[in-house]
């Protein structure tokens, strides 16, 4: 082998110990990249799932400021209730029919604003008797009204939003033979 056949060979395996030395900075250099693709992509997801959080929470945070601004509204309409109770007494208590007139407007008027605001009136009279949005106080016995009927309503009770805000205080039938009728089957 000659001189310039060895400088071939010395020069080629030069070249292979060059190209698997780049070879395998390659493979460590896309090692390492694909390393950092996979915090990239870990990192997005978390950033991801922050965002949805943070829109979550705020989303919540509105819920509950909705919720409180209704608690307080509804505080607020059963305070003034009483004062609808009063404008009611004293309009039909007048004399004077222009000055009672004037008063209803008023109420109408108040009222009008209330409901506008969520508050409805609970029907009552003619309606069976339901114990989340009546109150009982007394009782009379009328053989030709159905059991549990609301005869009189003494208060006029409201919801607010959908919510009992006040229970109508009422007068229903309770007769006295159908009473005596259960008794006598044994039932409660």
Known sequence: MGKKEKSINSEKEEKEKKSEKYKKELKRTKRELEEERKKANDYF??????????????????????????????????????VVDDFGR????LDDKKIKEGMRMVLKNFMTILRS??????DSVGKKLNPLEHEVVDMVNDDNIENDVIVEELRTGYRF??????????????NEKDKNEKDKRGEV
């Open 161 to 174: 939003n959908g919510k009992v805000l006040r229970s109508a205080l009422v007068r229903i039938n309770k």
């Open 45 to 82: 997801k978390r950033l991801e799932w922050m965002q949805a959080e943070y829109e979550n929470l705020q989303k919540r945070i509105e819920r509950e400021n909705e919720k409180t601004v209704k608690f307080a509204n509804g505080r607020l309409i059963e305070k003034l209730l009483v």
């Open 90 to 93: 004293i309009a039909n208590n």
């Open 117 to 122: 605001n969520g508050l409805e009136k609970i």
